[in-house]
């Protein structure tokens, strides 16, 4: 549809439009047989594209954390915020998938950075840079808008504290209406109108609009309540411990308390908790649910406190250096096992080991049922009988009469709860042969907390699922 005539989805356009820059060449290379790869489908060229597209806006993500640190408080302070942005499980598990949370929060830490540089010099191109990234993490991911909404004040109130700093003429209308401020209007808005395409699909955004607003009210966690919302916040803060783990999120407290007995020192640190308090009240409350990856900008933000508590910690005195470098040490260790437990889950997955157990002990032309959401289960490889049935009732089992029935454990608690055990009860004609979950030695994640009902909402449970296989008899 090429974007337009109605063309619409649940994410806006902007990182479409760049994945389907990626994709164009190696299309139009296979389309010209230049570039062939034997056995091998175009749309798994394209998924590897997609990832490595997040791999490096993930990578990128770490350097400007560590470039606004600088701008912020120091060198040190700033390479300890980016280690700890880098080595957590969400960040790891998100850079490496192809949606669109490292893209939006890529957008967004651009944003940051000229923000800053907007509250400390108020340059015309930083307010225009700012701007432009700002609308690029928007039309990226809608829920940004979240961490931009106040900005915009805060650059006009520092604005005006500028001008009068300096002796200029000042008034709130001229802080207001300035040749930088309308320069970024202007560009932020021509931007949006031109990435949503609204010359050739005002309908499709509208329909977008409609999509994402419908949905939500009946996701909801939380109740809209004083009491859902301290109820919400007190999860939050046992998320944001699953995230970092307590021990940084301790430091996190203590170098914000350190940033307030040295306010003049680091005033615009302050300014950085704007973004992620308006956030935090404006989407995350606004739709009762709070997950890992909606709390990824907050903890990113919440890091340079973080940086700044272990730099004071280490340099603010020479008493007992070599135990506090030890201390650090061990502690930035401890987060790179943790958040590379990540990576083990996904590397060790159940599914490989299925898959394989499959093609051993299965003739390639029996009747197979997969059970569930394709993603979420091993792949086909070899079986020419197989279906695939998101929610099969027992009706649809019996009339379809395969000879194997493959379930993923993670997803009968949600669309079939009792499926499983009609399966295999007294009178069933269904055995289970396999039950299989993978347990890999280094592996620090807390799964009891991501798997359990109530517990972490996380999609690092769809990482190594028990997988059951059952044979009819």
């Not at 700890?84 to 949606?99: D, E």
């Not at 607003?213 to 301290?230: C, D, H, N, Q, Y």
């Not at 009706?395 to 395969?402: V, Y």
């Amino acid at each position: 549809m090429k974007f337009s005539n109605g063309w619409f989805a649940r994410y806006p356009p902007l990182h479409f439009y760049l994945l389907s820059l990626f994709y164009l060449p190696v299309y139009f290379l296979n389309a010209l047989k230049i570039l062939t790869v034997p056995g091998l489908p175009m749309n798994t060229i394209f998924f590897i594209i997609g990832r490595l597209i997040s791999v490096f806006m993930g990578t990128f993500i770490v350097f400007m954390v560590y470039l606004c640190g600088c701008e912020i408080i120091d060198k040190k302070s700033a390479l300890f915020a980016s280690l700890i942005t880098a080595l957590t499980p969400p960040f790891l598990y998100y850079s490496k998938t192809s949606n669109v949370d490292i893209p939006y929060i890529f957008w967004f830490i651009i944003a940051l950075y000229f923000f800053i540089r907007i509250l400390k010099y108020h340059r015309t191109y930083d307010y225009i840079f700012f701007a432009s990234t700002a609308v690029f993490s928007i039309c990226t991911k809608d829920q940004a808008y979240g961490l931009l909404i106040l900005i915009p004040f805060i650059i006009i109130y520092s604005y005006h504290r500028h001008n009068r700093a300096h002796g200029k003429p000042n008034n709130w209308v001229k802080s207001l209406f300035n040749k930088k401020t309308i320069s970024a209007l202007i560009i932020g808005t021509s931007l949006f109108a031109l990435i949503h395409n609204f010359i050739f699909n005002f309908q499709g955004f509208k329909k977008h609009l409609l999509l994402i607003i419908g949905p939500a009210k009946g996701e909801r966690i939380f109740s809209g309540s004083i009491l859902g919302f301290i109820n919400m916040s007190i999860y939050t803060i046992k998320q944001l411990n699953f995230i970092l783990g307590w021990p940084i999120l301790i430091i996190c407290i203590l170098g914000f308390i350190y940033a307030l007995t040295r306010k003049k020192k680091y005033s615009v640190t302050f300014w950085l908790l704007v973004p992620g308090i308006s956030y935090y009240l404006s989407f995350i409350f606004i739709i009762g649910k709070d997950t890992l990856r909606h709390l990824m900008p907050i903890y990113i933000l919440m890091s340079f406190f973080a940086g700044l508590g272990l730099s004071s910690f280490l340099f603010s005195s020479k008493k007992l250096k070599i135990i506090k470098y030890a201390l650090v040490i061990l502690l930035f260790v401890n987060s790179a096992i943790y958040s590379l437990s990540v990576d083990v889950m996904m590397v060790s997955d159940s599914r490989y080991y299925v898959e394989h157990w499959m093609q051993k002990n299965i003739k390639r032309d029996e009747s197979i049922l997969f059970a569930g959401y394709i993603n979420f289960l091993p792949r086909n490889k070899a079986f020419i009988n197989a279906r695939y049935i998101l929610h099969p009732s027992l009706d649809m089992i019996q009339e379809i009469d395969p000879s194997y029935i493959l379930i993923n454990s993670n997803l009968l608690s949600s669309s079939q709860p009792y499926l499983y055990e009609k399966l295999v009860n007294e009178n069933s004609d269904y055995k289970q042969i396999l039950r299989y979950k993978s347990s890999p030695w280094l592996n620090l994640l807390p799964e009891h907390k991501i798997n359990e009902e109530n517990k972490i909402i996380t999609n690092l449970n769809l990482i190594n699922p028990e997988i059951m296989i059952l044979k009819k008899e």
